[in-house]
């Protein structure tokens, strides 16, 4: 079936350096993208999404980047702080974002060292 | 508040229980999504109401699991006969609408089937 994953299940850094998040995606149909955060015991806070019709889009100190060549997705954190650490998940909108139905990838659990 | 409630935060019951999890999304938000959350997956798909009715229920596992809004407000996941397999982060989301890309969740209900 369709899905969406991601290749790194935990990502290691220090305070202040650059974060790389990446993920794969499936679903060649598929046209709006978006990264949630989740930190421990809360539910997923929306990021920044992307539509097909874009390469890049920059919020504040995260950028994200499609390719939609290789179906590939990544979320990069500049100047990452102890703040950041949490699972980062990529998701899916099939529907183009006629709908929220999201498909979630597994995760990538961020660790930010002091 | 301001954001979405759900409660219980915690539940633990017992196999063949009957067990009712309650949402109430963002004062105006139409559209309500419904999640479940295993250990260390991402979301998936339960089912989205857009106001009264459920639009969309393709994600409910079995015809254990029921969900309704009647108000078109609070959101109420119903799950008979519970099985050990049932246990997960129940989580609830809500957006002004159903296309506008950002989903905005509560902080789940942790739902244990001894």
């Known amino acids: 079936g369709e899905s969406v994953g991601l290749h790194l299940p935990t990502l290691s850094v220090q305070e202040g350096d650059n974060s790389i998040i990446n993920c794969a995606y499936s679903?060649?149909?598929?046209?709006?993208f978006i990264w949630y955060k989740q930190e421990s015991g809360k539910g997923p806070q929306f990021i920044i999404d992307?539509?097909?019709?874009?390469d890049k889009r920059q919020g504040q100190r995260v950028t994200v980047l499609l390719n939609k060549t290789v179906k590939h997705l990544s979320l990069q954190i500049a100047a990452t702080q102890p703040g950041d650490s949490a699972v980062y998940f990529c998701a899916e909108n099939p529907s183009g974002g006629a709908t929220n139905k999201l498909i979630f990838g597994t995760g990538t659990l961020l660790a930010v060292q002091p | 508040g301001a954001g979405v409630s759900q409660t219980p935060s915690n539940k633990v019951t017992e196999k063949g229980k009957y067990v009712e999890l309650r949402c109430d999304p963002i004062?105006?938000?139409?559209?309500l999504y419904w999640y479940r959350q295993s250990l260390g997956q991402g979301p998936e798909f339960l089912i989205y109401?857009?106001?009264?009715?459920?639009?969309?229920d393709s994600g409910l596992p079995n015809d254990r699991f029921f969900a309704v809004r009647p108000e078109g407000s609070v959101s109420t996941l119903k799950i008979q006969r519970t099985e050990r397999g049932d246990s997960a982060v129940y989580l609830c989301?809500?957006?002004?609408?159903?296309?506008?890309?950002?989903?905005?969740f509560g902080e789940g209900s942790r739902l244990t089937v001894l």
């Open positions: 992307i539509r097909s019709n874009m």
């Open positions: 004062s105006g938000h139409t559209a």
């Open positions: 679903n060649s149909a598929s046209d709006y």
């Open positions: 109401f857009q106001g009264t009715g459920a639009a969309d």
């Open positions: 989301a809500s957006s002004p609408n159903a296309n506008t890309g950002e989903l905005f």
